[in-house]
């Protein structure tokens, strides 16, 4: 079940790299650097709102929802519980915000751009997305995605035509969140029938969710003050700049992290059980795996920045070339980190030490972008991301040494080195061929992974057998 989930939700992620790359690269052309700058600025400003109207519900949910899924009474009660928590955060979120837009002197257009995409806020709210996730439904968040992706996607080139049509794509993406929300609401009566509750147990629920929300508000701090601050410093060409090389990274990232997110279930069970046996064994088997991934990932993508970065917004987007590069470094140190947070602590009920690691990263990261941005621009803020991400990681791994230890084997990341300087050989070698850029690519994806992976399992064999 495990792998399966793995495997859909590495699908999902797939897609979600896929299908917006394919309109990524007509969007920054289309809507050029300024207009793709203003949107990526208002979504940074929406993203500390839809964090406190979330209010960690979702990983809350997940967690708690999984080791109680079997009792329909107890699954009912709680879920209705925590959405009428959720949807009293979702007010206060609003309030906020239509003061913020009233009482900020900002232009005409970002404050449009804002109240359009906060149209997520209540979307997110309504959809609860994590009923499903509670019940491992990840075919049906499979399909849910994809599909409405691709609606999306037709929809953006048939209706963007011009830099002027920045208003529609954003029109566009609010309609998505609306999809998803009815179809979750829809589909999700199956297991439960939402509804509000004149009086939720705050006595219970309130502490670990407002201490899995200060721990996401901090996450998100030190991942978007960089392009809140490039906007307010900089400028919106700096940001639309800055914002190809993150969306790169974060696809990457995604995708990594997708193991993690469908094994949540899993180890809870696990936990509730009382078998840490198992519970060892599956944490340590999905790290394995994440250190075989990651570090290949890490190195093609450093390899391929230049390609990727003319692939996807042309010429006039290669200054992101020097951003993406710091990122690829700070890739390992991200996933590690969103492990050690969500398979590890969150599950243990150890929210507070990742509270404590997120707060010191989010404060670190804030202080750097003062210093680092004004002097240096996207080239600075990717700087201190990378620095917040090594924080960050070294806090949680500290923090996770009492309930989990690694059980690794000797010499197991050995394969991995010798396949990461298979994969740097190849790009280097098909670089002396001068092919065209998307051909070059396509090419040393191919070539790297296979190399990567025949090395890997070859060399793991003859380590087995010296051993």
Known sequence: ?????????????????????ISFPYLTRV??????????????IVSYFSLLAALGVQTYSIREGSRIREDKEKITEFANQVFTINMQATLIAYTL????????????????????????????????????????????ITVRSIGIQIISLVCIFIFVKKKEDYLIYILITAC??????????LYSRKYIKLKL????????????????????????????SDITMLGIFKGETDVGIYKVAVQIYTVVKSVLNAMVVVAIPKISAHLERKDFSAYGKLASDMLRALFV???????????????????????????????????????????VGNFCVNAILITNRKEKEALIATVISAALNVILNLIFIPAMGYRGAAFTTLIAEVVVMALLAFFSRDVFTYKGKRGEFIPVAFGIFGIIGACLIIDRFGLEIVLDTVLKILVSVLIYFGIYFITSSVWRKIQ
């Not at 093609?300 to 020097?322: C, D, K, Q, T, W």
């Open 31 to 44: 809507l050029q650097s300024g207009n793709y700058g203003k949107v990526a600025f208002g979504a940074s």
């Open 293 to 335: 991934l990651t570090f290949p990932a890490l190195t093609g993508l450093f390899m391929l920045s230049r390609n990727i970065i003319y692939i996807v917004g042309g010429e006039g987007y290669l200054s992101a070339v020097a951003p993406l590069r710091i990122l690829c470094f700070a890739l390992f140190a991200a996933v």
């Open 197 to 224: 509750i004149l009086k939720p147990d705050y006595a219970k629920h309130l502490k670990p969710v407002i201490i899995l929300f200060a721990n996401s508000m901090m996450i998100t701090i030190y991942l978007n």
């Open 97 to 140: 915000l239509c003061f913020m837009l009233i009482a900020w002197d900002m232009e005409h257009d970002i404050r449009l751009i804002i109240a359009i995409q906060s149209v997520g806020i209540i979307c997110a709210t309504l959809g609860a997305e994590w009923i499903p996730a509670i019940y491992e439904e990840y075919l049906y």
């Open 176 to 185: 998505t969140s609306v999809m998803t929300c009815i179809v979750n609401r």
């Open 1 to 21: 079940m495990i792998r399966r989930n793995a495997i859909l939700n590495s699908i999902r992620q797939g897609a979600s790299i896929i299908l917006p790359l």
